[in-house]
């Protein structure tokens, strides 16, 4: 097998998870996959909870939930989940991703249709009240908005999942896009194709929100490698392990990759989230992504589709190992 290990410029936080289901106050099972970011001097961060019965290893439903944090470690949880869009339709929203631009908070979110899955974006000035901007034609998620307007336009990253057109493989690609307004999206270009990923041999999209650098927008993406053998899971035959990938994408054309990591910057740890009593061992998802000034750079990400952790790295050291793709 491939070798899925992480680099050594990562540190997993000690005080990992960061987030789990007991410290929510109503009903949560697995609690991950969330947006993050710093919105009006504070963090937040907004997380998927799929509640069930853990012991039954039985899920009924998903919300979102809402939790604010002034170290980016301690969270607190909001007495209530947040953002709901559920209707004859649409059945659930899930995996949020936060960007501030220009003083308002965005959130992309990938929901599950009577019709497909569509990727949504909303905004909002208190993480309460939010306004649905656009939502795609099934089917497509992962979607990251960029925290600035480039060339005056919004832009995000997605991951439409085209599966004739990709000869009913997983071998899904990393998109980009760009919006005068956030609700008509076109300039389409890819951006990274599963198949430029030395350690996948199955889909890659986006991760956290990209963060601004000298060199170009840095970003996380996830990247998917099948194995043959089951892996620890509630449901028997799961058999993908879900790594970080990083690339530098150029800071005017961002369909344009600069450079990419040539090995996973994260990939389950075999006795953190590889073999954790969770519900997919072996997945991790990044959603959030903060440089601080002194040059920090925290990763949130979901662990075996489970709880919430945090890892950071040097911005330098990060760049370093964008390397040029083949
Ligand atoms: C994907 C999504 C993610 C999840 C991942 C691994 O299809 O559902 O939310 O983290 O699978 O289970």
Same mark, same amino acid.
């Given at each position: 097998?491939?070798?899925?290990?992480?680099?050594?410029?990562?540190?997993?936080?000690?005080?990992?998870?960061?987030?789990?289901?007991?410290?929510?106050?109503?009903?949560?099972?697995?609690?991950?996959? +969330?947006?993050? &970011? =710093?919105?009006?001097? @504070?963090?937040?961060?907004?997380?998927?909870? !799929?509640?069930?019965?853990? $012991?039954?290893?039985?899920?009924?439903?998903?919300?979102?939930?809402?939790?604010?944090?002034?170290?980016?470690?301690?969270?607190?949880?909001?007495?209530?989940?947040?953002?709901?869009?559920?209707?004859?339709?649409?059945?659930?929203?899930?995996?949020?991703?936060?960007?501030?631009?220009?003083?308002?908070?965005?959130?992309?979110? +990938?929901?599950? &249709? =009577?019709?497909?899955? @569509?990727?949504?974006?909303?905004?909002?000035? !208190?993480?309460?009240?939010? $306004?649905?901007?656009?939502?795609?034609?099934?089917?497509?998620?992962?979607?990251?908005?960029?925290?600035?307007?480039?060339?005056?336009?919004?832009?995000?990253?997605?991951?439409?999942?085209?599966?004739?057109?990709?000869?009913?493989?997983?071998?899904?690609?990393?998109?980009?896009?760009?919006?005068?307004?956030?609700?008509?999206?076109?300039?389409?270009?890819?951006?990274?194709?599963?198949?430029?990923?030395?350690?996948?041999?199955?889909?890659?999209?986006?991760?956290?929100?990209?963060?601004?650098?000298?060199?170009?927008?840095?970003?996380?993406?996830?990247?998917?490698?099948?194995?043959?053998?089951?892996?620890?899971?509630?449901?028997?035959?799961?058999?993908?392990?879900?790594?970080?990938?990083?690339?530098?994408?150029?800071?005017?054309?961002?369909?344009?990759?600069?450079?990419?990591?040539?090995?996973?910057?994260?990939?389950?740890?075999?006795?953190?989230?590889?073999?954790?009593?969770?519900?997919?061992?072996?997945?991790?998802?990044?959603?959030?992504?903060?440089?601080?000034?002194?040059?920090?750079?925290?990763?949130?990400?979901?662990?075996?589709?489970?709880?919430?952790?945090?890892?950071?790295?040097?911005?330098?050291?990060?760049?370093?190992?964008?390397?040029?793709?083949?």
């Amino acid at each position: 097998m491939t070798d899925l290990s992480s680099s050594p410029v990562i540190d997993r936080h000690p005080e990992n998870p960061v987030l789990a289901a007991d410290d929510v106050p109503y009903h949560a099972t697995l609690v991950f996959n +969330a947006g993050v &970011t =710093r919105f009006q001097g @504070r963090d937040v961060m907004v997380f998927r909870n !799929d509640y069930g019965d853990a $012991e039954r290893k039985e899920l009924h439903d998903t919300n979102l939930g809402l939790a604010w944090s002034d170290d980016g470690v301690r969270w607190t949880v909001e007495a209530g989940p947040t953002f709901s869009i559920r209707t004859n339709e649409v059945r659930r929203a899930y995996d949020p991703r936060l960007t501030v631009i220009d003083d308002r908070c965005y959130m992309c979110f +990938a929901v599950d &249709t =009577r019709h497909g899955i @569509r990727g949504g974006i909303a905004v909002t000035d !208190d993480l309460h009240e939010f $306004e649905v901007l656009s939502l795609s034609a099934p089917d497509n998620r992962n979607m990251v908005l960029f925290p600035e307007k480039i060339g005056g336009r919004f832009a995000r990253l997605e991951r439409p999942f085209p599966v004739y057109g990709r000869g009913a493989k997983e071998a899904f690609d990393t998109w980009f896009s760009d919006s005068p307004d956030c609700r008509y999206w076109g300039n389409t270009h890819l951006v990274l194709g599963s198949e430029q990923v030395p350690w996948a041999n199955s889909k890659c999209g986006p991760g956290a929100p990209p963060v601004r650098t000298e060199k170009g927008w840095l970003t996380t993406f996830h990247a998917v490698t099948k194995v043959e053998d089951d892996l620890c899971s509630w449901h028997s035959g799961w058999r993908k392990v879900y790594t970080t990938g990083l690339m530098l994408l150029d800071a005017d054309e961002p369909w344009k990759v600069i450079g990419m990591s040539r090995r996973p910057l994260l990939a389950p740890d075999p006795a953190y989230e590889y073999e954790v009593e969770g519900y997919r061992g072996s997945v991790i998802f990044p959603g959030g992504m903060i440089l601080e000034g002194d040059g920090e750079v925290k990763i949130y990400y979901g662990a075996a589709d489970t709880v919430e952790c945090l890892a950071t790295a040097h911005v330098d050291d990060l760049l370093e190992l964008c390397r040029p793709i083949e």
